[in-house]
């Protein structure tokens, strides 16, 4: 048996940090670095293999065991609910999941509040926790553009700076869960792989609370 | 060498272990128990949360009655039982649906277990445990068992004033090992200090059986904990005798406190992503049903199994007999059940067609030619 750890990494550049941090804690690998369309990466002597996918795949190579650790926003682990072990809060990539809309909006509740999003679970536990009924339009990009041209009311969506947002005219109304980056693993691989899996997280750890 | 176990052979590797979990059950005393491929619907809505997924298949029965395919075998098998005091002892292999965590659809997911209902004493759970632990190493000898007790977990809880959601809550992020969200939902929560740190110690103190039970023993848990830590040490004193090993004492198995009390036990295969056994103490369905009688089980999930552990071979038949327009028939049939005899699978086919894959080739072309 493959005793290699397998990490997936997100696109871009929170996998670039990701991966910064992965190599200062003694899990470096070359290759990454070579610019070409290559999705994996391997360094025997380090026991690690590194895969690029997107970043809300990442959660999907870890629950099905295809890799053992992955970082993966927390918006992705609440949106999908993957069975996997969060290990580590990486506190980097940090943002909000919250309502935007209009600056003035106001809910009156007089009709079903029309709510874009890309993630729809988040949206429904939020608005039914709150007892607020619901038309939910799953979108898959440009979601600020909903409330513009009349497409819904409000829009649940990460906010980073806002600047999106206010240059639309829009705002963040109401913050549901503030979101960072997460180490996550995949429970067996945990069971059989867990010592090279503990060492790793340790050495994130002091990397993230030195 | 092929001739014996060649029926075995030809099965999946699913139907494989599912054949040798029920042999091992029955020699234990579990007696065969077959319920109904369909289920009032009803039964799933007042039980939802014991399910591991909320989807049922639903349909109307010729009186209109709403009837489900059956997502589970515990609850039927519960329903079925009589409140009379002795214990019985079952196992079943069927077929349930559901749909899998994360996946979009139905699937049809081969469950095997075993269910004790009835008074489930020290020895009883120790032969649940024991018979978990052998099932696991039927399937590959690289497994895990993680064991734990709800009790330790309530004992830790019992002095907070907490709603039946919080408590759910904390036991999810204790199942994720998820120690940074454990101390914040702690502290939004005002679970006190004390508490706090006993439950971050659920987390992070995991391992082999003995010597983490040790660990807990020596902390100063809340004197609530008690039977549960003694139930565990009992448990461990009998997997000891029974030569069982690969056991972790591990809380991230805790699960909804509704339904389980006591031991609870997920198991694991190297290579096979999700547990592929689960099961416990589960007394509380048992109350929310109208039994007064204890009940322990577990189920085997096989579905997984199949890709995992069924090494493909190079060829789909052994022998290949070729045969032509003038090949006599009964030469075909003399070399064909010449072959099956021997024990191997045979493909007979005219010459021309496109070869199946095959480890030898009889070709009898041409034979009987004038």
């Known amino acids: ?210 | 060498m092929r001739k014996a176990g060649t029926q075995m052979n030809n099965l999946r590797a699913d139907e494989r272990i599912s054949i040798a979990l029920r042999t091992m059950y029955r020699q234990y005393g579990y007696l065969p128990y077959k319920v109904s491929k369909f289920e009032e619907y009803d039964l799933y809505m007042r039980n939802k949360a014991f399910l591991m997924s909320e989807n049922v298949l639903a349909f109307s029965d010729m009186d209109g009655k709403l009837m489900a395919l059956k997502p589970d075998v515990t609850l039927s098998i519960i329903k079925n039982t009589k409140d009379e005091g002795d214990q019985l002892k079952v196992c079943y292999a069927e077929q349930v649906y559901r749909v899998p965590r994360g996946a979009k659809g139905f699937k049809e997911i081969m469950q095997t277990g075993l269910e004790v209902i009835g008074a489930v004493d020290a020895y009883t759970m120790g032969e649940v445990l024991m018979l978990a632990a052998r099932s696991l190493k039927a399937i590959s000898e690289d497994y895990a068992l993680d064991v734990a007790d709800l009790g330790v977990v309530s004992g830790i809880l019992a002095k907070e004033n907490l709603t039946d959601a919080q408590r759910a809550q904390l036991i999810a992020l204790i199942s994720d090992k998820n120690l940074h969200g454990l101390a914040a939902q702690c502290a939004s929560l005002g679970v006190g200090t004390d508490t706090a740190n006993m439950l971050e110690k659920l987390v992070t103190v995991y391992g082999p059986f003995e010597e983490t039970l040790a660990q807990y023993e020596a902390m100063a848990l809340p004197e609530a904990c008690g039977e549960a830590l003694a139930n565990l040490r009992a448990v461990l004193e009998m997997m000891k005798l029974c030569g069982v090993e690969r056991m972790n004492l591990d809380f991230s198995v805790v699960n909804d406190m509704n339904y389980y009390n006591g031991l609870i036990f997920a198991g694991f295969i190297d290579g096979v992503p999700s547990s592929v056994l689960s099961g416990g103490r589960y007394d509380y369905l048992m109350q929310k049903m109208g039994r007064s009688a204890q009940a322990m089980g577990f189920a085997v999930y096989l579905d997984q199994l199949a890709r995992q552990m069924d090494t493909r071979c190079g060829y789909d038949v052994d022998t290949l007999i070729v045969y032509d327009s003038h090949t006599p028939q009964k030469r075909i049939i003399e070399a064909a059940a010449k072959a099956t005899a021997d024990g191997m699978r045979v493909r007979v086919q005219r010459v021309g067609e496109t070869a199946v894959r095959s480890r030898e080739m009889i070709d009898l072309c041409g034979e009987g030619k004038a």
Request: a neutral charge; proline letters at 6%.
């Open chain 1, 1 to 210: 048996m493959n005793k290699m750890i397998n990490v997936a990494l997100p696109k871009g550049r929170l996998g670039d940090k990701a991966y910064k941090m992965l190599e200062a804690s003694g899990y470096p690998c070359p290759a990454i670095y070579e610019d070409n369309r290559k999705l994996t990466f391997e360094n025997p002597e380090a026991g690690v293999r590194y895969f690029l996918v997107k970043p809300s795949d990442v959660a999907v190579y870890v629950e099905r065991g295809a890799a053992d650790i992955g970082i993966a926003g927390k918006d992705i682990l609440l949106e999908y609910k993957p069975d996997v072990y969060e290990l580590l809060d990486l506190k980097m990539g940090r943002c909000r999941m919250c309502v935007a809309g209009p600056k003035d909006f106001h809910d009156d509740h007089a009709h079903t509040l029309r709510v874009a999003t890309k993630f729809p679970n988040i949206a429904r536990a939020y608005y039914s926790g709150l007892s607020r009924e619901i038309e939910l339009i799953h979108l898959n990009g440009s979601i600020e553009l909903a409330p513009l041209v009349g497409l819904s009311d409000v829009i649940v969506d990460i906010v980073e700076t806002g600047k999106t947002l206010y240059e639309n005219g829009l705002a963040p109304l109401e913050e549901i869960v503030p979101i960072s980056a997460r180490l996550i693993a995949n429970k067996s691989s945990f069971k059989f792989k867990g010592d090279a899996l503990r060492t790793l997280c340790a050495c994130m750890e002091k990397a993230v609370n030195p």
